[in-house]
C-alpha cells in the first residue's frame, strides 16, 4: 500500500513538473510564446525521428517527407477547399502514414548507407514536386493564409494546444520505448540476425516503426502548417531532414529526453544567434563539434547524471525513460532477453 502511494505521488511530481515546464512560456511576450511552441513542434518531430534512429538504429536523411506532406496536405485542405480542421490533421496524419507504408516497403529493404540515400532521395523527389507542381503546391511561394483551429486562435490558446499536442505524442512514445514492441526494435537494431532466428519477424517489426515515426512526424507537420500560416518547399528540403537529425545528436539518439533537448538548441540557436549574425550555422557547427568531441553520446546523458544529483526524483524519472544505456545483443543482451521472453522464463 505505502509502495503504491509512493509510486502514485512520484507520478502526480512528474505530471505536475511537466505542467510546469510547459506552461512557462504563458507568461512571456508573444514572440516567445510562438518560439516556445515552434519549439515543441521541432520536439515532436525530432521524437519521431529518434524512434528509427535511436531505437531501431537506422538514420534517415528524408525525415522532412512526412512532415511535409503532412504540412501539405492541411494548406491544401485548409486554404483550398475550407475543411475542418480536424479533418485536416487526420487527412495530414493519414497521407504521412499511407507515405511511411509505400516508402517503407523499399527503404526498410536495405540499412546504413543506403538507407539514408534512398530516404534522401525520396524526400527530395518529393521536395522537388513542391517547388515544380505550381497548380497544387504554389511552387516556390508556397501556400499561404492558413488558419489555426477555430477554438485555439490567439497566441496563448494556440500554444497551449501545442503543449497537449506534444503531452500527448511524447506519452504515446514513452509507452512504445517501454514495451515489448520496443524492445523487440532495439534487438533488432543490436543484432538483426538473432533476431530473426528467435522468429521474430523483423522486416514487419522495422516497417511497422516506419509508419509510427511518419505518422508522427506528419503531425508535426500539421502543426507546422497551423502556427506558421504558411507551408513552402523548404519543409521538404534536406536542411530540414538535417536539422532534424542534427537535433537527435546533439540531445542524445535513443532517449526521450534527448530529442527534446536537441530542439531546444537548434531552434533557439537559429532564431536567437539570427538576431546577432547571419552566420548562426557557424554556431551550430561549433556547437556540434564540441559535443561529438565532448559527448560523443549527446549531451542529455551527459547533463542527466548532474540534475539527478541536484534533483533526486527528476532524476529517477528521465533516466528511466527510453534507452538509457544502449544494451548490446552479443552474448547476452538484456532487451533481447526482455523482448523474446517478457515473463522471464
Known amino acids: 500500500m505505502r509502495g503504491q502511494r509512493a509510486g502514485l505521488m512520484a507520478w502526480g511530481f512528474r505530471v505536475m513538473v511537466v505542467g510546469m515546464v510547459l506552461a512557462a512560456p504563458l507568461g512571456l511576450p508573444p514572440f516567445y510564446v510562438n518560439l516556445s511552441g515552434q519549439v515543441l513542434i521541432y520536439a515532436i518531430l525530432a521524437l519521431s525521428l529518434d524512434l528509427l534512429a535511436g531505437v531501431l538504429g537506422l538514420w534517415s536523411l528524408g525525415h522532412a517527407a512526412a512532415f511535409g506532406v503532412a504540412a501539405y496536405t492541411a494548406a491544401f485542405l485548409a486554404e483550398r477547399l475550407g475543411v475542418s480542421w480536424g479533418i485536416q490533421l487526420i487527412s495530414g496524419l493519414g497521407v504521412a502514414a499511407a507515405l511511411g507504408c509505400v516508402g517503407g516497403l523499399v527503404v526498410m529493404r536495405v540499412r546504413g548507407l543506403y538507407f539514408m540515400m534512398l530516404t534522401l532521395g525520396i524526400a527530395q523527389v518529393l521536395w522537388a514536386l513542391a517547388e515544380n507542381w505550381t497548380g497544387l503546391t504554389g511552387g516556390a511561394d508556397g501556400i499561404p493564409g492558413i488558419g489555426r483551429p477555430s477554438p485555439f486562435i490567439t497566441t496563448n490558446s494556440f ?51 516506419y509508419v509510427l515515426a511518419s505518422t508522427i512526424g506528419g503531425f508535426a507537420g500539421v502543426l507546422f502548417a497551423w502556427q506558421q500560416g504558411l507551408v513552402s518547399p523548404g519543409v521538404l528540403s534536406v536542411d530540414t531532414s538535417a536539422e532534424t537529425l542534427l537535433m537527435v545528436i546533439l540531445g542524445g539518439a535513443g532517449t526521450l529526453g534527448g530529442p527534446i533537448l536537441g530542439a531546444v538548441i537548434v531552434v533557439l540557436l537559429e532564431t536567437l544567434v539570427s538576431t546577432i549574425t547571419a552566420r548562426w550555422m557557424t554556431a551550430l557547427g561549433v556547437c556540434y563539434i564540441l559535443t561529438v568531441l565532448g559527448a560523443p553520446q549527446g549531451l542529455y546523458p551527459v547533463l542527466m547524471p548532474k540534475v539527478a544529483r541536484v534533483f533526486a526524483t527528476w532524476g529517477r524519472w528521465f533516466g528511466g525513460i527510453g534507452d538509457g544505456k544502449r544494451a548490446r545483443v552479443e552474448g547476452d543482451s538484456p532487451s533481447l532477453r526482455r523482448a523474446t521472453h517478457p515473463e522471464g522464463h
Open 159 to 209: 500554444y497551449v494546444f501545442l503543449a497537449a499536442c506534444f503531452a500527448l505524442n511524447l506519452l504515446v512514445l514513452w509507452a512504445i520505448h517501454r514495451s515489448n514492441y520496443g524492445l523487440i526494435l532495439r534487438g533488432i537494431r543490436d543484432n538483426a540476425l538473432r533476431m530473426e532466428a528467435l522468429g521474430v519477424a523483423t522486416f514487419r517489426a522495422r516497417l511497422g516503426a
